[in-house]
Structures are given as C-alpha cells and as structure tokens.
C-alpha cells in the first residue's frame, strides 16, 4: 500500500511478482495421493502455466498405483517436456493430461498443441532440434521401452487435433518392477 501510495509502481510490480511467485512456488494445485506423481504434476504444472501453456487434468486417486518410482518420472517428465516443447511454439498453447486407476488399469494420456508436426523415420521421432540435437530424442523410446517392460500398450496420435501419447498398462498387485 505504501509504495502504491508513494507512486513507487516499479517497486510495487517487483514486489507483487516477487510475492506471488513465492505463493505459487509453496501451493500445490495437484494431489492425487501419491508423493512422487504429485512432486512432477505439480512442477509441471507450474512451468507449463510459467511459459503461458495452459495445463487440464484428469486425475483420481492414484495411492494404489504400483509402478516403479523412477519409471513414473521417466514417463511423466518425458511425456510433459515433449509436450511443453511442442506447443511451446504452438498458436494455441494447451497440454491436456489424463492420469487415473480405473479398476485394475493405469490410463495415462498426453494432448498437446503443436505448431508442426513432429519428424518420423522409419517409425521413429527424430528430435527437430539444432542445438545438441544428439542429446534429444530418446523420451518417447524411453517411455515406450517402459510401458513395454511392464507388459502395457501405448499409442501414438498426431494431426490436426494435436499430439496424443496414450498408455495402457496394468496396475500389479505385487510390489513394483525393479
């Protein structure tokens, strides 16, 4: 109030950002339950909103989700930095994320937006980036062999209505995979 009344309003917009940033960084909007998958939706969800990407979610309680630790970060981190990439240069920017337990299957899904379409070889993606390009690439082979190891089904869409990464898998009773 004091520098809004003294007309300080550069000061004021710094402290207003400075304070709201610190809010953001402290809330969680996500929790389905479990302590990792809510650790990466939630600093997804802030970079993706960050960047001007708006983020939609479905999720439900996934307490009784039995996969690996490492393999749903792998999933999710690479699924959600391929799409923030992708619709990072879209018109409309939007990542649509479905993530549930539905009775004893895992569905995952990822839409987003994007500004061109992706490159293919031989039914592989090629990464469309210049820079340390033979560092990128990978994500989606690393999700697939993933989905792979547990026994699921994934499927790959792309075209006018975005890109769609979806993941079937079973939930095991058993302890996870290692």
Known sequence: HALAAGGQHEELLAYVEKADAALQSGLDAID?????????????????????????????????????????????SNLLNNAMEACGHAEEKIIKLKFVLEGEQIVLSVKNSMASMPVVENGVFLTTKTIDAQEHGIGIRNVAETVEKYGGRYAVDFGGEGFLFSVLLDNPQTEPHQ
């Open 32 to 76: 389905t339950n479990h302590v990792i998958v809510n650790a990466v939706l939630n600093a997804k969800y802030r970079e993706a909103t960050g960047k001007g990407i708006a983020f939609a979610l479905k999720v439900n309680d996934l307490s009784g989700l039995r996969l690996c630790d490492e393999d749903i970060v792998l999933i999710l």
